[in-house]
């Protein structure tokens, strides 16, 4: 589904990814491990076109390497940011319905499946997001980039800044959500919950993808578990 061949980003004279290449099948949940400043975020913003980049980037078997943001989403691909990011001077209903501004059909039935999945979204749908706790902020921004219905789901950080309960029901949806085989890329701080929920990983170091594999594997590699499974 999604082919990164040569990825290669540049901040300034800082080289933060180098020429890096994996790939996403369809129904497959991948995520990439790695410390702070490894190259996690970088990977994600620049599949989503919000940053330059060089290298090629296809997606279903189209070129998407020189898209804006906004045809990237159109395609399938929707990212829900590090930090959240919800309209917050607007409520929680009005945040739902961004995400579906691309889609021309009735958008009920996903928003209803958005509320089943987030029941406290409904609670609140007329609350504006700006009110909400983090976790419910984080709730309504993976309801958001789900109402875009996307082939590819971006989940960027979903557990930062929340208490271990919120943890616990996001990783609940991310778990129904890969039963669901939507096909999604994660990267996330606690590496033992990303390879819990996932299928194959990617470890990236500097820049660079330094080891990849199924997650059981990489779960159960002497070197992953002392560098960021805290054992």
């Known amino acids: 589904m999604l082919k990164v061949n040569k990825l290669d980003v540049y901040y300034g004279n800082i080289h933060a990814i180098k020429e890096i290449n994996f790939h996403v099948e369809e129904g497959e949940t991948i995520c990439l491990v790695g410390a702070n400043g490894a190259g996690k975020t970088t990977t994600l913003q620049s599949i989503s076109g919000l940053i330059p980049k060089s290298g090629k980037l296809e997606f279903m078997g189209k070129n998407i390497s020189k898209l804006k943001a906004n045809q990237i989403t159109a395609l399938g691909i929707a990212q829900v940011p590090e930090g959240r990011r919800v309209f917050t001077g607007l409520s929680v209903y009005d945040n739902l319905h961004l995400g579906s501004f691309l889609i021309k059909e009735d958008n009920t039935k996903i928003l209803n499946r958005i509320y089943q999945m987030f029941p406290i979204l409904e609670e609140r749908k007329n609350q504006l997001a700006g009110t909400l706790s983090g976790g419910e902020q984080q709730m309504l921004a993976m309801g958001r980039a789900l109402m875009s219905r996307p082939k590819l789901l971006l989940l960027d950080e979903p557990s930062m800044g929340l208490s271990p309960l919120y943890v616990e029901k996001i990783f609940k949806v991310i778990e129904m959500l890969r039963e669901e085989k939507i096909t999604m890329l994660l990267v996330e701080q606690n590496a033992n919950l990303a390879l819990e929920v996932s299928d194959r990983a990617y470890v990236l ?14 779960k159960n590699d002497p070197t992953i578990k002392t ?3 805290g054992e």
């Open 227 to 229: 560098a960021y499974l």
């Open 205 to 218: 170091e500097t820049g660079k993808i330094v080891k990849e594999g199924s997650a059981k594997e990489l």
